[in-house]
């Protein structure tokens, strides 16, 4: 779905819609730079494109991609000559690259030979004696390799940014920075679309951080979740990007050398092809991790918009009931945070006024389109989805409502909804006068009542005492 | 007052023997040569100063001299004419003190002086001599069992050295030497001759050896000055010389000496009267008074109005509050204390100043050319604060007296702004957190906590006020001065102030001032009407886990900003949080204790502690307005719920019994009269709510009077009018549910004079819910019931449901324990190795 497409398809309602519900804004504050780019660029359809390229410029000036930003600033200033400070970045650039380049490139070629492979260790004080006696590789060397992986980045290498910062983790004992690294990697690697590795990056940092001896202070603590929250929508949601995607053109017009994240995002979209079941079970892990006590008072406390991200996986992933541990928090957090997405949660478990239901249908439904992380999953499916639960909870509150209501309610044509009821044929039956009757469960007997709540209790004993054992084994 | 003393005293103090001597030095050469007067004067001025700020008996004769000057009463005769010739001729005076100095090692001299009236400190170093001089006699015959009732005794008597406002007794060094080398002797000693001691003669040799390491201690670096300095003491050939230059600016000052001298005597006297009996205070308050219009320097002021301040404050130590006369001299004097130091602005008044040696030396500047004074003013304002509360206290509410009591608040106000304003201006942002901003921070406090619980008005109203006793060029660092074309309703300024206060208070280090900070915080919140803010706030403070061991002050703090809460809550029509905040206070039957607005129960005795933490009436909570909150969102939650279980009193045990119990004893009453008080009306409406009448709850809930203190008390009324009618709505559904087939959602609407709509929504709750076994028909615009006979499970079964939830509870809750909560540990090495392994990856 590309940004032309919509372009024409979306209504001048719709777009103040997706202008008013847009958080682009609320992101930047817990993304890095590089990260806010594509989520920037994603407005280019709401927005004035003029106006975006503008904000795009701002957000990387201060960044060392030199090109890209020269680019912009043409873009921007068409006819103009270029001012002269940009020469000079560029040259200042240019030989800080060098200079880095050069320092690095004795400790990188020591790292990469044969011997030095085989003789390090997986105990990282001896390898650093071992490197400082043989190749005289000092602390003040391993940092230069952090120095020349952030600049990397700032350069948009990311590639190879992240090949540095990890070198530099494997070296370095300094934690902070170590931590710093994890940070850069996880950045880098969400950037150039490594999915797995970025997974595994954000698995470490949730180690430190959810660390219950964690040593930053509780406020920081709560900082360093919101970033990682944020960071891990990338992952979550993008588990299969498409190759038309925004971001990969950024760093392809930025540096040629990226040659190997262009035949790894190939390789991605492929997988992409794959079913939506590891996009489920990318959005079942993030629910879990997100509805997890710790995290969801984070969500609570310091960013309550990532709701609309975990009502969506849980449509997505059709865990309604889940639903009901997500209104609570959506009901607290009414007074700072509301989007049709969680206005949807209110009127279906709180206030029970479905009249309201077709405008948030629509809503909704820009949104799907227009939300940068939402855009990326199966926008029918979760309509479907949606109109499934609407359904279950409209037919079990009224008796004899009609074709035309649930249109209604939908927000969608009459054949629509005929359609939807065929699937269900089995439960539903459409009378003449266009009344739907569901066929209503007989509460179950006590005998099932009580089997059905205590089958599983076997199964969740035996899981509670496996984790803690393996907990003991670790 | 001299430069050059001053700064050398303070900077080694190990230099002080050797600053004696070279002065002794100097006078002598001075009597010798005198070619130049003037720098002659100016050098035995210094001296006697210096003298004087010596402590050791011996050297006191000139500090007698000078006390001549300021008291002569005291003096004796002979003296007198010294005395008088001293007055006229300046010169010969310091002639005379020069000739005195030279004679000063005679002992006939001191003789002479102790016949004179001697000075607390002078009797205390003397007694410490005289042991010191005990000691060393026995220590001599190694006597271990005298030695250590000495040297307890002695002991006793240095521990008060900080309440004479001087430093360690030098005498005292000196004993812990000779003690020392005793000790080292006899130690070297005893190797050879293995002279036996006897039990108790070892037992307080040993005593000795510790208490003897103990203060060596604690004094290390006067140990090694007087092992160092002993001996050019001692050896004091006149070889040690010290060149001094005296300034034009101490010459500048000599003319103002005399007088001087005269003042700081005083003072001294009136320190070291402070806290004894028999002291007159008022004639000291009166003398003080007329140092003050004598005093011309600023540091003079200053110390005058210090002691002036804290000796008026002695006055009243004992009686339960200040009067407001000496209160208003009191506030006026601090203010003259702050106009001066306003005025010059390189004085400086600060707690953690260094102690003087002697009063009279003014302190040299410091490296930012500030001059540190010791004292505090946060001190004295939280004193006046604490005064003008206990008289508060003390009065009938009711009474004009103490409405005129209570505008005395306006000038204490200005005044803690005043020494705000003086804080900011001495503490630097970084020393926040120090000692020294820690005085900040308590002005800060005291502000914040006479402004709390106000309301906007009052507050723009009290700072405007303030704000214009200011000169209009000072202004704020913390929160900007209020611009006088403000309106009286400006809630962002004082929520910006508020906020403003508390951000100081909250970077303090100690908890302390960052608790009080959040429950002020919290209560201003909730009375502006920000309930989110001030839940949020309250949830971020993790207050609630640790209040139960906090002091009993703190937790009526709490519980004030937990009630105020509540109402917030239910000014907002958040009837279940008013409830559960409420709840604690309202149902206690010590509501007045917990918030701190008298004691409840007849007690034999109060005592200080538990007046101190009334507050003044002024403060208090309206507790009607408070159970009336409680009891009507009580009844709004649980009149349905009875309706909807029968078997209600045996289902909801976690649920308060307070309204049920109250409900019931209400019914249990043979004759209904008309409503009286609140609780009447309340307990009559649930009556009414219970057959569905909201109207008639309604009427009744709206004529508790106590509503008006709201101040929006028509939407109040109208917010519980609607509660109501969803909640008699509620009650009808859940009580008719097993008689009614069918219920049609018009009349529903009609009778609630509810919308359709809402009707629908509030049906569709329930459904919902499952509390309801129905469905809306909306072909027919009905409410369905399905009456199933069979479905209802019989005592067995419920029995068996019971259970399997239960259950269920359980592992839940083992589920979350082993996701969060504490694991098996089997092999605790084992896990600890693993855990560092993994550490290395």
Not at chain 2, 139 to 154: A, C, K, P, R, T
Request: include cysteine.
């Amino acid at each position: 779905m590309s940004t032309e497409q919509q372009e024409f398809r979306l209504s001048e309602e719709q777009l103040e819609i997706a202008r008013k519900y847009d958080l682009t804004e609320k992101f930047v504050q817990f993304l890095d730079r590089h990260l806010v780019y594509p989520l920037i660029e994603n407005l280019e359809f709401s927005h004035d494109p003029l106006e975006v390229e503008n904000w795009e410029y701002n957000l990387l000036k201060d960044t060392y991609m030199t090109k890209f930003i020269e680019e912009k600033w043409l873009d921007l200033h068409p006819g103009e000559p270029l001012p002269k400070e940009f020469e000079e970045k560029q040259t200042r650039i240019n030989d800080e690259l060098v200079s880095l380049n050069e320092s690095t490139k004795k400790t990188l070629d020591i790292l990469s030979s044969q011997e030095v492979q085989e003789s390090l260790k997986q105990d990282k004080s001896y390898n650093r004696d071992y490197l400082a006696k043989n190749h005289g590789i000092d602390d003040a060397k391993i940092y230069e390799l952090y120095r020349f992986g952030k600049f990397q980045y700032n350069r948009g290498d990311y590639v190879m940014a992240s090949d540095l910062l990890n070198n530099f983790r494997l070296l370095s004992t300094n934690q902070e920075l170590n931590f710093s690294a994890t940070w850069g990697k996880l950045a880098a690697e969400i950037i150039s679309f490594s999915w797995s590795e970025a997974m595994n990056e954000l698995n470490k940092l949730r180690e430190v951080i959810d660390n219950r001896n964690y040593e930053g202070s509780t406020l920081d603590q709560l900082n360093k979740r919101t970033w990682l929250i944020h960071y891990s929508l990338f992952i979550f949601f993008n588990g299969n990007f498409t190759a038309s995607d925004a971001g990969i053109d950024m760093t392809n017009a930025e540096d040629a050398e990226l040659n190997e994240a262009v035949a790894e995002e190939t390789a991605i979209s492929e997988e992409a092809n794959d079913s939506n079941k590891d996009k489920n079970k990318n959005l079942s892990t993030m629910i879990d991790l997100f509805l997890s006590s710790s995290y969801k008072s984070t969500i609570q406390a310091s960013c309550p918009w990532i709701l609309r991200y975990v009502i969506v996986a849980l449509l997505q992933t059709q865990q309604y009931k889940r639903l009901r541990d997500v209104v609570r928090a959506v009901d607290v957090e009414t007074y700072e945070f509301q989007d049709p997405f969680t206005q949807l949660l209110e009127t279906l478990f709180v206030s029970f006024e479905f009249d309201n239901l077709s405008s948030l249908v629509e809503q909704i439904s820009v949104l799907i389109e227009t939300d940068f992380f939402v855009s990326n999953l199966d926008g029918q499916q979760l309509i479907q989805n949606l109109q499934e639960l609407i359904f279950n909870t409209v037919t079990k509150v009224y008796e004899g409502i009609t074709v035309e209501y649930l249109s209604k309610l939908f927000n969608e044509d009459v054949s629509v909804v005929e359609k939807f009821l065929e699937k269900k044929k089995d439960k539903v039956t459409i009378e003449e006068d266009g009344t739907i009757l569901v066929r209503r469960q007989a509460p179950a007997s006590v005998y099932q009542q009580v089997y059905e709540k205590t089958k599983a209790f076997n199964f969740k004993a035996n899981q509670i005492l496996n984790t803690a054992f393996n907990r003991a084994e670790i | 007052m001299s430069r050059f003393f001053s700064t050398t005293y303070e900077a080694e103090s190990s230099d002080e023997e050797n600053l004696v001597s070279s002065d002794e030095e100097l006078l002598y050469s001075s009597k010798e040569s005198s070619e130049d007067e003037l720098l002659e004067e100016e050098l035995s001025e210094e001296n006697s100063e210096e003298e004087g700020a010596e402590e050791e008996g011996d050297e006191d004769e000139e500090d007698d001299d000078d006390e001549d000057w300021g008291s002569p009463s005291d003096e004796d005769e002979e003296e007198s004419d010294d005395e008088f010739g001293g007055k006229v001729r300046g010169r010969s005076y310091f002639l005379k003190g020069a000739k005195a100095g030279s004679e000063s090692e005679s002992d006939e001299e001191s003789e002479d002086e102790k016949k004179v009236v001697k000075s607390a400190k002078d009797k205390y170093l003397d007694e410490i001599a005289e042991l010191v001089e005990e000691i060393e006699n026995h220590s001599m015959v190694e006597d271990w069992i005298s030695i250590g009732n000495l040297f307890d005794q002695l002991l006793k008597l240095v521990v008060r050295h900080p309440q004479q406002h001087i430093p360690v007794p030098r005498q005292f060094i000196r004993c812990l030497v000779i003690l020392e080398d005793v000790l080292a002797e006899y130690k070297a000693n005893q190797k050879d001759s293995k002279k036996k001691l006897n039990a108790t003669e070892s037992k307080s040799l040993n005593v000795i050896r510790q208490r003897a390491k103990k203060s060596s201690k604690e004094y290390p670096n006067e140990l090694a000055a007087y092992r160092k300095d002993a001996d050019a003491f001692l050896s004091n050939d006149g070889t040690v010389s010290l060149s001094v230059t005296p300034s034009v600016d101490n010459f500048n000052k000599l003319s103002s000496a005399p007088t001087e001298k005269d003042l700081f005597n005083a003072l001294r006297t009136i320190i070291e009267s402070r806290g004894k009996r028999n002291v007159d205070q008022k004639e000291q308050l009166a003398s003080l008074e007329n140092f003050f219009e004598e005093a011309e320097t600023p540091y003079e002021q200053i110390s005058i109005l210090l002691l002036q301040i804290s000796v008026r404050f002695d006055l009243y130590s004992k009686a339960n509050f200040m009067p407001p006369e000496q209160w208003k001299i009191s506030l006026g004097s601090v203010s003259k204390l702050l106009d001066i130091l306003d005025a010059n602005r390189k004085y400086v008044v600060t707690e953690t100043a260094t102690v003087p040696d002697d009063i009279a030396i003014e302190p040299k500047a410091n490296t930012k050319g500030v001059i540190e004074i010791v004292g505090s003013i946060a001190s004295f304002v939280e004193r006046l604060a604490d005064e003008i509360t206990s008289h508060l206290l003390a009065l009938d509410p009711h009474s004009t007296e103490y409405i005129v009591r209570l505008r005395d608040e306006a000038p204490l106000y200005t005044l803690l702004l005043r020494s705000q304003l003086f804080y900011e201006r001495v503490v630097p942002d970084s020393e926040l957190t120090e000692p020294q901003g820690s005085q900040l921070a308590r002005v800060v406090l005291k502000r914040l906590e006479s402004i709390y619980y106000k309301p906007t008005r009052l507050i723009v109203f009290s700072e405007v006020n303030a704000w214009n006793a200011v000169d209009i060029k000072e202004n704020s660092r913390i929160y900007p001065r209020l611009l006088s074309d403000a309106g009286p309703q400006n809630v962002t300024y004082t929520n910006g102030l508020i906020d403003s206060l508390c951000s100081v208070l909250y970077r303090q280090a100690n908890s302390v001032f960052r608790k009080r900070a959040v429950l002020c915080h919290i209560y201003n919140y909730a009375l502006n009407d920000q309930y989110y803010k001030a839940r949020d706030m309250l949830l971020l403070s993790h207050l609630q886990s640790s209040i139960d061991t906090a002091e009993p002050q703190l937790q009526i703090h709490f519980n004030r900003a937990l009630v105020q809460l509540g109402l917030s809550a239910f000014r907002r029509g958040l009837i279940h949080e008013t409830q559960q905040l409420l709840q604690e206070v309202a149902t206690s039957p010590r509501q007045k204790e917990l918030l701190g607005q008298g004691v409840q129960r007849f007690q034999v005795q109060q005592s200080q502690v538990d007046k101190q933490r009334l507050l003044p009436f002024h403060m208090h909570i309206n507790l009607e307005l408070l159970e009336c909150s409680f009891y009507t969102a009580s009844l709004l939650i649980e009149v349905p719920l009875m309706a909807e279980y029968a078997d209600y009193a045996k289902r909801r045990q976690s649920s308060p019994k307070a309204f049920r119990r109250v409900l019931e004893y209400h019914e249990r009453q043979v004759f209904d009269g008309p409503p009286e008080n609140a609780r009447d009306h309340i307990m009559l409406a649930a009556r009414a709510l219970g057959k569905f009448d909201w109207k008639k709850a309604a009427e009744l809930l709206g004529k508790i009077k106590i509503w008006e203190l709201f101040k929006d008390s028509e939407s109040i009324k109208k917010m519980i009018t609607s509660r109501l009618q969803v909640e008699a709505l509620r009650t009808f559904v859940f009580k008719n549910r097993s008689f009614f087939s069918k219920c049609s959602i018009a009349v529903l609407s009609q009778t609630f004079e509810l919308e359709e709509s809402k009707v629908r929504s509030i049906l569709a709750k329930l459904i919902r819910n499952e509390d309801v076994n129905a469905y809306i028909n909306l072909k027919t615009n009905t409410l369905d019931f399905v009456q199933n006979e069979e479905s209802k499970p019989n005592k067995l079964e419920e029995l068996v449901l019971t259970l399997s939830d239960k259950c269920g509870q359980i592992i839940e809750r083992n589920e979350k324990l082993s996701v969060g909560g504490y694991q098996i540990q089997l092999d605790t090495k084992k896990l600890g190795q693993n855990r560092s392994s993994q550490n290395r990856k």
